[in-house]
């Protein structure tokens, strides 16, 4: 298995094809039109962990971005962790723990951001337990449509970096999640 931390703005045509297939695979499109019409937009990492077998293949990604947020008003570096995804036949190989573990890592001691936080599905809450993130118990907000939203308590995990967990009523992304 080999790690590589990617800037964006630096990935080759052939990673950046290689991410698109990997996307098409994990999350293929909607056949509904109108419920791709209202789904949310999210983030653009500002770097990728691009995870690869021992074939070189890509195999894993977790995507990688810091931002200046509010807790209550005050401002929060945060360090998000998103677009986690695996082929589908390289799953329950460790790939994407490895992945998320290195995001952590180069976030906390690398990008010194002060709390990592991610968005995921129900199912998903226990498996990012076991790298340390916890339910955030305050209000999020971020962007849709242009419009800043509530997102439901239960998909929105944190883990503590330079401080502790935070203990706001309102975390305010100032823009659109990841």
């Known amino acids: 298995m080999r790690l590589e931390i990617v800037d964006a703005?630096?990935?080759?045509?052939?990673?950046?094809?290689?991410?698109?297939?990997?996307?098409?695979?994990?999350?293929?499109?909607?056949?509904?039109?109108?419920?791709a019409a209202v789904e949310q937009r999210w983030a653009h990492p500002q770097w990728h962990i691009l995870i690869r077998d021992g074939d070189q293949q890509l195999v894993s990604h977790v995507g990688v971005l810091t931002r200046i947020c509010l807790c209550d008003g005050d401002d929060i570096l945060i360090g998000g962790v998103g677009g986690v995804m695996t082929q589908p036949s390289e799953r329950r190989k460790g790939y994407a723990g490895a992945g998320v573990r290195r995001a952590t890592e180069f976030l906390q001691n690398e990008m010194r951001v002060d709390l990592s936080l991610l968005f995921c599905g129900p199912r998903m809450l226990s498996y990012y337990r076991r790298f340390g993130f916890s339910n955030f118990a305050g209000d999020t907000f971020a962007l849709r449509d242009g419009k800043k939203i509530l997102f439901p308590r239960s998909e929105i995990m944190v883990r503590p970096a330079k401080k502790a967990l935070p203990q706001c009523a309102a975390l305010d992304l100032c823009g659109l999640p990841w």
């Not at 994990?26 to 039109?33: E, G, L, N, Q, S």
């Open 9 to 35: 703005s630096q990935l080759s045509d052939e990673e950046a094809q290689a991410l698109r297939a990997l996307d098409a695979v994990v999350y293929p499109p909607k056949p509904d039109a109108q419920e």
